[in-house]
């Protein structure tokens, strides 16, 4: 009689069955992990961690979106702080042009009304800089160029005495969210005071060039001058927000990183472990044949001979 027939052996017959085929249905499931390198294709296969998983991922889209805003914003600011050190050359060509108009030797051969005119476009058109469609020094109004230049920019209404007659922009700055619990302000507008004072003193040279008074024309120098200081200290606080923003963002990236890794542990195969479990099952698996096999093919008879 067949052994798998006899009362006696029924039940281990089955149970060797449901451990070969459990044994079997696991080496298909890790080879199917090393084929598609990943642990399992939904949530049940993530042994428990599921939540872990979920918080992890939704933390990685946190910092990637702030990791895309960063890298915008850092590059609004560092366009902006461009655009400044332009407009602070341009300030040099004004000041040497006004040295020069100051020397009587030289009055009337430099053209100074056109030379001056042109360099304020010229100013004008850095302060007007357009970033992805926006414009970068006029505050939360983006839609205009912050600094008038059609039909002309309008001189100061007191040459002398800045003021903001040739800005158009708003009066407050664009905030920004670079992490949690943490906001700066884009704050390098048209109409700071530093460009207020080279815009009238620009008024004022050409006044003084006009009146050909070196008095007026020395107020000018002066209020240029320190005009040019206040805009080199915008430059600064510009550098300094650049270097803020990168190092917010290199943590960003840090953290988002290391929440990758973390994920891919629990979502992807180790392909080392998977292969060494894939050998354990098999020499088991095949054992637990050899060992059925030489049990089924016992009979009483092979004792009693």
Same mark, same amino acid.
């Given at each position: 009689?067949p052994?798998?027939t006899?009362?006696?052996?029924?039940?281990?017959h089955?149970?060797?069955?449901?451990?070969?085929?459990?044994?079997?249905?696991?080496?298909v #499931?890790v080879?199917?992990q090393?084929?598609?390198?990943?642990?399992?294709?939904?949530?049940?296969? @993530?042994?428990?961690?599921?939540?872990?998983?979920?918080? @992890?991922e939704?933390?990685?889209?946190?910092?990637?979106?702030?990791i895309?805003?960063?890298e915008?914003?850092?590059?609004?600011?560092?366009?902006?702080r461009n655009?400044v050190?332009s407009?602070?050359?341009?300030?040099d060509?004004i000041?040497n042009?006004?040295?020069?108009? =100051?020397?009587?030797?030289?009055a009337?051969?430099i053209?100074f009304?056109?030379?001056?005119?042109?360099?304020r476009?010229? @100013?004008a058109?850095?302060?007007?800089?357009n970033?992805?469609?926006?414009f970068?020094?006029g505050?939360? &109004?983006?839609?205009?160029?912050p600094?008038?230049?059609?039909p002309?920019?309008?001189?100061a209404?007191d040459?002398?005495?800045p003021?903001?007659?040739?800005y158009?922009?708003?009066e407050?700055?664009?905030i920004i969210?670079p992490?949690?619990?943490?906001?700066?302000?884009?704050s390098?507008?048209?109409?700071?005071?530093?460009?207020?004072?080279i815009?009238s003193?620009i008024s004022?040279?050409l006044?003084?060039d006009?009146a #050909?008074d070196? =008095?007026?024309l020395?107020?000018a120098?002066?209020?240029?001058?320190?005009?040019k200081?206040?805009?080199?200290?915008?430059q600064t606080r510009l550098?300094a927000q650049?270097?803020d923003? &990168?190092?917010?963002?290199e943590?960003?990236?840090?953290?988002?990183l290391y929440l990758?890794?973390?994920t891919?542990?629990?979502?992807n195969?180790?392909?080392?472990?998977?292969s060494?479990?894939i050998? @354990? #099952?098999?020499a088991?698996l095949n054992?637990?044949f050899?060992?059925?096999?030489?049990?089924?093919r016992?009979r009483l008879?092979?004792?009693?001979?």
């Amino acid at each position: 009689m067949p052994t798998i027939t006899r009362i006696s052996t029924y039940a281990v017959h089955q149970r060797s069955l449901s451990d070969f085929n459990s044994v079997q249905a696991r080496i298909v #499931d890790v080879q199917g992990q090393i084929s598609s390198g990943i642990k399992a294709r939904d949530f049940s296969g @993530l042994n428990g961690q599921v939540e872990q998983f979920v918080g @992890l991922e939704a933390t990685m889209r946190k910092s990637k979106a702030y990791i895309n805003a960063n890298e915008e914003s850092i590059s609004r600011v560092q366009t902006t702080r461009n655009a400044v050190a332009s407009s602070i050359n341009i300030i040099d060509d004004i000041e040497n042009y006004l040295t020069l108009r =100051r020397n009587p030797a030289n009055a009337d051969n430099i053209a100074f009304q056109e030379q001056i005119r042109s360099m304020r476009v010229a @100013l004008a058109k850095e302060l007007n800089t357009n970033f992805s469609g926006r414009f970068l020094f006029g505050g939360t &109004r983006t839609d205009v160029p912050p600094v008038i230049t059609e039909p002309a920019i309008p001189e100061a209404y007191d040459p002398g005495v800045p003021d903001t007659a040739y800005y158009q922009g708003s009066e407050e700055n664009i905030i920004i969210r670079p992490q949690d619990n943490f906001e700066t302000e884009l704050s390098v507008r048209a109409d700071d005071p530093a460009f207020q004072k080279i815009f009238s003193a620009i008024s004022q040279a050409l006044e003084g060039d006009t009146a #050909d008074d070196d =008095r007026i024309l020395a107020d000018a120098m002066d209020l240029l001058q320190q005009g040019k200081e206040e805009v080199i200290a915008l430059q600064t606080r510009l550098d300094a927000q650049i270097v803020d923003l &990168r190092d917010i963002n290199e943590r960003h990236n840090s953290t988002f990183l290391y929440l990758k890794g973390v994920t891919e542990d629990i979502a992807n195969t180790d392909i080392v472990e998977a292969s060494t479990q894939i050998a @354990l #099952d098999q020499a088991v698996l095949n054992a637990s044949f050899q060992a059925f096999a030489t049990v089924t093919r016992l009979r009483l008879t092979d004792f009693l001979r």
